[in-house]
């Protein structure tokens, strides 16, 4: 069954160091996303990404956050100064093709996230 | 607000004990309604998903979820829970229009009992 990797499954990094986390998605799927999940806290969403522009994002992804699609099969998602509360598991996710109603569009796989713990 | 209620923070069952988990939402729009669930150490796995038509739908390993819109409920059922269910679930709502925007509950972490 088609999954979504992501790298690295935990990352530790000194307060105001740049992060990458990268993600590969299923390889049909067109659409991209960045959830977070700080500990015993819910899933938050970050982000959407279709079409090589971010489509929607949330209050917590702010210009600290970026998010690029290098290579037509990486997602990545970057954290420019990383303050301790930053510290949490990020997943990323994958969707599509297809749009409106029951398509695979609405349907998200996930990967198995990549935590993060910021000293 | 649009919000997601799993009101069981932990429930504990015996194994070969029936199974239900609440998940109450509160949005806007007509729902999507989703439940995953984390094994430690993985990813959110699809269990099911409701997007229209028969309100009973059922999913991967024996669960099935019953939308009752009435109650803006989505709870989640298993006649017969296996040692191998343990693990963490969540329940989500979303949107087509909002493109893959999930809000999430709170999760519900279940033990089995052997």
């Known amino acids: 069954e088609p999954e979504v990797t992501q790298t690295p499954s935990h990352q530790v990094t000194q307060m105001g160091q740049e992060v990458i986390l990268r993600c590969v998605p299923i390889?049909?799927?067109?659409?991209f996303y960045w959830y977070r999940q700080i500990l015993g806290q819910k899933v938050e969403f970050l982000v959407s990404f279709y079409n090589n522009e971010i489509s929607e994002k949330s209050e917590i992804f702010d210009d600290q956050f970026s998010v690029e699609r290098p290579d037509g099969s990486n997602f990545t998602l970057k954290i420019r100064s990383t303050k301790l509360e930053d510290s949490a598991m990020y997943f990323c996710?994958?969707?599509?093709?297809?749009?409106?109603?029951?398509?695979?569009?609405?349907?998200?796989?996930f990967g198995a996230g990549s935590r993060l713990t910021v000293l | 607000a649009q919000s997601v209620t799993q009101p069981d923070i932990h429930i504990t069952v015996s194994e070969g004990a029936s199974l239900e988990l609440r998940c109450n939402y509160s949005?806007?729009?007509?729902?999507?309604l989703f439940w995953y669930v984390q094994s430690p150490g993985q990813g959110l796995q699809l269990l099911l998903k409701y997007f229209s038509g028969d309100t009973l739908v059922q999913g991967i390993k024996g669960f099935e979820a019953e939308f009752k819109r009435s109650q803006s409920s989505f709870n989640l059922r298993k006649p017969s829970v296996h040692w191998s269910d343990a693990a963490e679930y969540f329940c989500?709502?979303?949107?087509?229009?909002?493109?893959?925007?999930?809000?999430f509950g709170q999760g519900t972490e279940l033990s089995v009992k052997p």
């Open positions: 949005y806007g729009a007509t729902p999507y």
């Open positions: 996710a994958s969707s599509g093709p297809g749009t409106g109603g029951d398509s695979g569009a609405n349907v998200l796989t």
């Open positions: 989500a709502v979303g949107a087509v229009y909002q493109g893959g925007k999930l809000i």
């Open positions: 390889s049909n799927h067109l659409y």
